[in-house]
């Protein structure tokens, strides 16, 4: 692209100090040591994680079957919205690097344009990965569930909708023979959580119990992914035989068989590293993606205002691009490694 | 006092309107090739099962695809293929060296403490 290894010099600029060996601006050089040490962390959160993986006993999660879902389809896409996030931050690269090519040729119209639609892609990005962890807490329909032999297992098919509770007993807040049909499946969940369910009938916060109206669960099938003294490691239950299994265990009236979603103790996808890992790694891409978006927002700012055109060059929104493409480079990683692998 | 005998390496990136046609040419293709890659690995990904008996094989696939979209976003999109020799191996070669040894000795030691834990009943 250029052609700064021509530049005849004399000696006195040549051995005057006056000369940069990597023919670059401080600047720009600083930006990628600035990269490099960046990339170490990354590098040592990432090889954490494999000796987390490597050095765990129990089942790792596998990442086609935890992040399977669309928002308003529901599940069965697997990695189709993490597919999607990565385009997403690949196209966005592209239009930074649009922007910086539009800056060499002193275009101020086509940075404009293109630092534009790379704020916008970024501010996609950060919307998804939101999305990505509000799901990822809050977790699946059915949970992950530990059997009467210790054996603990994940819930694949199609939950059984919710319809209504209908109170058998008043409580503070609910009379005899209300028919409840708000925010159901959150308390279902709490119940199950806390042992309140107990065949099909529901005890609610305010002490009022109530009877479940579930439609059938369908096409059920199990996967035992921690071993108990009956079932082995990656065995699967379907049909009939793993329906019967899961409504015991929910209706079993005992707390803590249940566990929906993730937080920094539990979380049903797998070991607790797995979610501490996501949230860590993921989180602190986010907010390199959204420290990304602010800087390149400032720049935006500088080159509408015509800063850089009057300066002669465009090298500020090289330097922020550099920063810009290097988030996406991490992700490419975190795609493969955290996703992927 | 404002020196002016400062070499302005900013102005080294500008080139003009033919030259920018065939840079642009360039991006698309690279995006193209990105955008393949990465549609590839998630087909992989959703439909080849972690049990099953190619899929060492494809996982040292997803660890080259990659490590070849990494290139292509450093060297093309960072311009870094496009910097001088000296700047290109100040960043990538002491990288490589110590992430190479780090990811070399972090596994190694995993699977010597997975080896241990098992050994010890946990």
Redesign the interface.
């Known amino acids: 692209?250029?052609?700064?290894?021509e530049?005849q010099l004399d000696s006195a600029?040549l051995w005057g100090g006056?000369?940069?060996?990597?023919?670059?601006?401080y600047g720009?050089?600083m930006m990628?040591f600035f990269l490099?040490s960046d990339?170490?962390t990354f590098?040592?959160l990432l090889?954490?994680y494999?000796?987390?993986?490597?050095?765990?006993?129990d089942a790792w999660p596998?990442?086609?079957e935890t992040f399977n879902s669309l928002p308003f389809l529901g599940h069965g896409y697997?990695?189709?919205y993490v597919?999607l996030m990565?385009?997403i931050l690949?196209?966005s690269?592209?239009t930074?690097?649009?922007a910086?090519?539009?800056?060499?040729?002193?275009d101020k119209r086509g940075v404009v344009r293109w630092m534009l639609a790379t704020i916008v892609g970024g501010l996609f990005f950060v919307g998804s990965q939101a999305w990505e962890w509000y799901h990822f807490i809050h977790g699946s329909e059915f949970g992950k569930i530990e059997l009467a032999d210790g054996s603990k297992a994940i819930v694949h098919g199609h939950f059984g909708e919710l319809k209504n509770f209908t109170v058998l007993e008043a409580g503070r807040h609910h009379k005899k023979g209300e028919v409840i049909k708000d925010d159901l499946l959150h308390q279902f969940h709490h119940a199950i959580e806390e042992g309140k369910l107990v065949d099909g009938k529901i005890t609610l916060h305010d002490g009022s119990v109530a009877k479940v109206n579930r439609a059938k669960d369908e096409h059920m099938q199990l996967i035992i992914k921690e071993e108990g003294t009956k079932y082995t490691a990656?065995s699967k239950i379907e049909g009939a035989a793993a329906e019967k299994l899961y409504n015991e265990v929910i209706n079993s009236g005992t707390p803590n068989r249940v566990i929906y979603g993730a937080n920094l103790t539990v979380n049903e996808y797998g070991p607790t590293q797995y979610a501490q890992f996501f949230f860590f790694i993921t989180g602190f891409h986010g907010f390199h993606v959204f420290s990304g978006v602010v800087i390149n927002f400032i720049i935006f700012l500088g080159v509408l205002r015509g800063v850089y055109h009057r300066r002669?060059?465009y090298?500020m929104v090289?330097k922020t691009?550099?920063y810009w493409?290097?988030v996406?480079?991490v992700w490419?990683?975190v795609?493969?490694f955290f996703?992927?692998? | 006092m404002e020196r002016d005998d400062i070499i302005e390496y900013s102005l080294h990136g500008h080139h003009d309107e033919e030259a920018g046609k065939q840079i642009r040419k360039k991006i698309w293709k690279v995006t193209a090739i990105l955008t393949i890659i990465t549609v590839v690995e998630v087909i992989c990904g959703a439909f080849i099962k972690q049990h099953s008996s190619i899929w060492p094989l494809v996982k040292w696939g997803f660890i080259i695809l990659t490590a070849v979209k990494a290139a292509y976003i450093v060297l093309i999109f960072m311009h870094l293929g496009d910097e001088k020799k000296t700047l290109k191996y100040v960043i990538l070669l002491p990288y490589f060296i110590f992430i190479i040894y780090l990811i070399f000795i972090c596994l190694n030691e995993a699977n010597a403490v997975s080896a241990a834990l098992k050994f010890f009943g946990f």
């Not at chain 1, 692209?1 to 290894?5: A, G, I, L, T, V």
């Not at chain 1, 494999?50 to 006993?57: E, I, L, V």
């Not at chain 1, 910086?100 to 002193?106: K, L």
């Open positions: 692209m250029s052609n700064h290894n530049t600029t006056k000369i940069s060996p990597f023919s670059t601006s720009k050089l990628w490099v990339a170490l590098g040592g090889v954490a494999g000796f987390t993986r490597h050095a765990c006993q596998i990442g086609e697997p990695l189709l597919a990565t385009f690949i196209v690269s592209v930074m690097v649009l910086v090519e539009a800056g060499h040729r002193m990656n002669g060059h090298e090289e691009g550099l493409h290097f996406d480079l490419v990683f795609f493969t996703y992927l692998v």
